[in-house]
């Protein structure tokens, strides 16, 4: 079983920026597919980030240019979105989230939130304007 712990959500004024860690532990396989949602009020769930186990990283359109997921080298099972001028739509509860392993590698890359089988309790971001 995997246990996925997200930190480091908080108020932040638009403009401002946050930086949002999730550490997996537990069993997690060498291919292991990563990947950042969030959810709004009101809203279904959204992809915002992805990342495989080489570095390869996909990004949702929404927070191009704002947000970077990385992943720790020495710790590959622990990644970071970092959140640069935030806006008030990108107000929501972000969740980390670990991919099925039987999905197919290509699939992964969609971030849709059924093929993800893991998933944190999520931090809270609230973009005051």
């Known amino acids: 079983q995997v246990q996925l712990v997200e930190s480091g959500g908080g108020s932040v004024q638009a403009g401002g920026s946050l930086r949002l860690s999730c550490a997996a532990s537990?069993?997690?396989?060498?291919?292991?597919?990563m990947a950042w949602f969030r959810q709004a009020p009101g809203k279904e769930r959204e992809g915002v980030a992805g990342i495989d186990s080489d570095g390869a990283i996909r990004y949702a359109d929404s927070v191009k240019g704002r947000f970077t997921i990385s992943r720790d080298n020495d710790a590959k099972n622990t990644v970071y979105l970092q959140m640069n001028s935030l806006k008030p739509e990108d107000t929501a509860m972000y969740y980390c989230a670990v991919a099925y392993r039987q999905v197919p590698i290509a699939f992964r890359w969609r971030l849709r939130s059924a093929d993800f089988g893991y998933w944190g309790q999520g931090t809270q971001v609230p973009v005051s304007s």
């Open positions: 537990g069993y997690t396989y060498s291919d292991c597919f």
